[in-house]
């Protein structure tokens, strides 16, 4: 029970940090938007599709799980900022456990991962894209096992490197062969 309580409180302040500033998320949805809008209407010749939906129907899930990779392994920066500014050793001589301390960011990336994915989704249906709701359910809870999964992973990295100049290749290793081995991209 303590566990959960100590989550929630990170989780809430986490949440509250990224809504003082919430470029941040204007800025995680505008890039894949911009893949949604300028690369997908290229698919369908591309792969050959019957339909315009038939290639949302392959692109959307791949950039929703792109995005759910990336963003969860570039997330260990922010823990490197606070690590330098003394945040992590203000929060860690707290009664609150160390687990809840990740656990709480972890789930904050996983609120805005999904926050994300609903509006590349609903711009996705406005392009044809068809999907069942309980398959649709079923893709966010995925997606969001992958973010955290993924971030927890680059918090772990993060307090063991404590350097973005070791952090940025090493994540990269991990995201380029993952990326272009997945098939992401491709039906």
């Known amino acids: 029970m303590k566990l959960a309580r100590d989550t929630w409180l990170i989780?809430?302040?986490?949440i509250l940090l990224l809504l003082r500033n919430p470029v941040w998320?204007?800025?995680?949805?505008?890039?894949?938007v911009m893949y949604l809008l300028?690369?997908?209407?290229?698919?369908?010749?591309a792969l050959n599709a019957p339909s315009q939906a038939a290639a949302y129907k392959i692109f959307v899930p791949g950039l929703l799980v792109?995005?759910?990779?990336?963003?969860?392994?570039f997330q260990g920066f922010g823990l490197i900022a606070e690590l330098r500014a003394g945040v992590i050793e203000r929060?860690?001589?707290t009664p609150i456990s160390r687990f809840a301390l990740l656990l709480g960011r972890s789930l904050?990336?996983?609120?805005?991962?999904?926050?994300?994915?609903?509006?590349?989704?609903l711009?996705?249906?406005?392009?044809d894209l068809r999907v069942f709701l309980g398959d649709l359910l079923l893709a966010y809870l995925l997606l969001a096992l992958i973010a955290l999964m993924t971030s927890a992973v680059s918090y772990g990295v993060a307090l063991k490197v404590k350097s973005e100049d070791a952090l940025?290749?090493?994540?990269?290793?991990?995201?380029?062969?993952?990326?272009?081995l997945s098939g992401i991209l491709l039906p």
């Open 108 to 121: 904050r990336d996983v609120v805005s991962l999904i926050v994300q994915a609903v509006i590349i989704t």
């Open 91 to 93: 929060s860690r001589v």
């Open 38 to 45: 300028l690369f997908a209407p290229l698919l369908k010749a």
């Open 168 to 180: 940025a290749p090493l994540m990269n290793t991990i995201a380029q062969p993952l990326l272009l």
């Open 66 to 73: 792109l995005l759910a990779i990336f963003g969860g392994l």
């Open 11 to 14: 989780f809430q302040r986490q």
């Open 25 to 32: 998320v204007f800025v995680g949805v505008f890039q894949p």
């Open 123 to 127: 711009l996705a249906l406005a392009f």
